[in-house]
């Protein structure tokens, strides 16, 4: 099995910046494409960033200029730097990533347990 463990959530204020860490342990004999989603209390949980091994990138709109999602390979790790925060995007943060391990005939979604981010003055 896949864990991921999240760090960095808290609470910030209006036009401040959180960096959010996810590394990824176990079993693990490929990672491919990694994640973050989030979930507002009463919504879906939707995609905020997504990379992919190679460091091809795509972003919500609503976080495109203010976010920016990284990993590292030989950590297992995954990053969201959020810059310039708005009370829009406190939410649940999770942490996604797809792959295999040795175990695996198919590759699997794994998620982290989920870190809340507030955003309030």
């Known amino acids: 099995q896949v864990q991921l463990v999240e760090s960095g959530g808290g609470l910030v204020q209006p036009g401040g910046s959180l960096r959010l860490s996810c590394a990824a342990s176990?079993?693990?004999?490929?990672?491919?494409?990694m994640g973050w989603y989030r979930q507002a209390p009463g919504k879906q949980r939707n995609l905020v960033a997504v990379?992919?091994?190679?460091?091809?990138?795509n972003y919500a709109d609503s976080v495109k200029g203010r976010f920016t999602i990284s990993r590292d390979n030989a950590k297992n790790t995954v990053y969201l730097q959020m810059n310039s925060l708005k009370p829009e995007d406190t939410a649940v943060y999770y942490c996604?990533?797809?792959?295999?391990?040795?175990?695996?005939?198919?590759?699997?979604?794994?998620w982290g347990q989920g870190t809340q981010v507030t955003v309030s003055s």
């Open positions: 176990g079993n693990i004999f490929i990672i491919n494409d």
């Open positions: 996604n990533a797809r792959g295999l391990t040795y175990s695996d005939y198919d590759q699997n979604d794994y």
């Open positions: 990379i992919t091994k190679r460091g091809s990138t």
